[in-house]
């Protein structure tokens, strides 16, 4: 759909537009490596993706909030006055709860008609929320010139989607899909969110993302288990040790202090965390030192870690990384985002993307059952008007 299209659905399905129509495009985004360190306070390493949200919008004099995706069926029309309750339209609640936080930070609303539009496969890990969320909120600021900066409209998305929508997430999607830049991936310490664009230089690779198939459902998945399993950690640890976060620890102070956990499952979400944050450090530096070799392999050893220590893998994931690991040319595969299903990523020579599309593809199926698909990822920007 190209954006001269979306204007004219637009037109069509809203015909009573009344103010200036503006537009915003938020990308989705992959994590290179650094899972389930974000809420512990740890380093994250992601970056924007071409595939993304469009949003369109114009005000309206009815006071209503109007809400249409090209996506999702299901529509809904919202009095302003009624906008703090929930709707029982899932999807609408990631940009109602946006909606919600500008409101709390000034936004004097009129009466707005969206349409929606996304390319980010839903449910398969690659942040189709925090996209929604971000160019909800990038687009409001403009529109209604709130004059909020990205650091804000990065704190209040990720807000919306624990307060509103009910998923405990860390910061890094709303992080990757508002300050990314092209060719580059964003090195963010998620504790004091001090962070730095890392240049890559993947000259000759490729990143393929490969996706199995299988949804997975943040909500209701065993997400908002493993933070709580975090928690109790932390709880733990601080009795011996003055830390608030996991990310706080490094390997040599864990080391010293991990038999005092007794709790196996625990201390093994722990070693998870402590060497998934040591890997996010190591993973800068080669690619620095442009030693993608390297690179590769600490995103083999962080699977191997989210899959015995973290458990948040699955056989699909498993199966498309074990299948992905065997084809001539790959340097690294691992699951990308929360896991439980959605995507794995590879690195690879650029001259088996072909080859490699063919072979996990028939693999996988033949494994699984499922029919993956595969998308050579292209980085790119953090959100951005398109049309003021
Ligand atoms: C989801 C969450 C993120 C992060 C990842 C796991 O994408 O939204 O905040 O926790 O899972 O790294």
Redesign the pocket.
């Known amino acids: 759909m190209t954006f001269d299209e979306l204007q004219l659905e637009f037109k069509e399905r809203y015909q009573t537009g009344e103010g200036n129509l503006k537009a915003v495009f938020a990308p989705g985004r992959i994590?290179l490596i650094?899972?389930?360190?974000?809420?512990n306070g740890g380093y994250?390493l992601p970056c924007a993706i071409s595939n993304g949200t469009w949003l369109l919008a114009q005000s309206n004099s009815g006071g209503v909030l109007r809400f249409l995706s090209l996506n999702f069926s299901e529509t809904a029309e919202i009095p302003i006055d009624k906008i703090g309750e929930k709707s029982k339209v899932s999807w609408v609640n990631y940009p109602l709860g946006v909606i919600n936080q500008l409101l709390a930070r000034g936004l004097k609303l009129t009466g707005l008609d969206m349409l929606f539009y996304g390319n980010i496969p839903n449910g398969a890990?690659l942040?189709s929320s925090?996209s929604i969320e971000v160019a909800t909120a990038t687009l409001l600021n403009h529109y209604f010139n709130l004059g909020i900066n990205d650091l804000e409209i990065v704190k209040l998305s990720q807000k919306a989607e624990v307060e509103f929508v009910g998923?405990n997430?860390?910061?890094?999607?709303q992080f990757a899909v508002t300050i990314n830049r092209k060719n580059h991936a964003l090195f963010l310490d998620c504790r004091t969110l001090d962070f730095e664009l890392v240049p890559l230089a993947f000259d000759g690779y490729k990143i393929v993302i490969c996706n199995t198939g299988i949804k997975r459902q943040?909500a209701q998945s065993k997400?908002n288990e493993r933070v709580a399993e975090c928690a109790k950690a932390i709880d733990f640890i601080k009795q011996v040790h003055p830390v608030d976060y996991l990310g706080q620890l490094t390997l040599s102070q864990y080391n010293s202090l991990k038999h005092l956990i007794t709790d196996s499952t625990i201390r093994r979400r722990v070693t998870h965390v402590v060497t998934e944050n040591q890997r996010v450090l190591d993973a800068v530096n080669a690619l620095k030192n442009g030693n993608i070799k390297l690179f590769g392999s600490l995103m083999n050893a962080s699977h191997h870690s989210l899959r015995y220590d973290y458990e948040v893998t699955g056989k699909e994931l498993d199966v498309m990384v074990e299948e992905a690991l065997k084809v001539d040319g790959v340097l690294g595969a691992r699951m990308t985002?929360?896991g439980f299903g959605g995507c794995a990523i590879t690195i690879l020579n650029e001259t088996a993307v072909d080859s490699f599309i063919d072979q996990v593809g028939e693999r996988y199926k033949n494994k699984t059952g499922f029919i993956p698909e595969f998308y050579i990822s292209e980085t790119n920007d953090g959100a951005k008007m398109i049309l003021l």
Not at 169 to 173: R, V
């Open positions: 994590n650094g899972e389930h360190t974000d809420y994250v890990g942040s925090a998923v997430c860390g910061i890094m999607d943040l997400y985002g929360a």
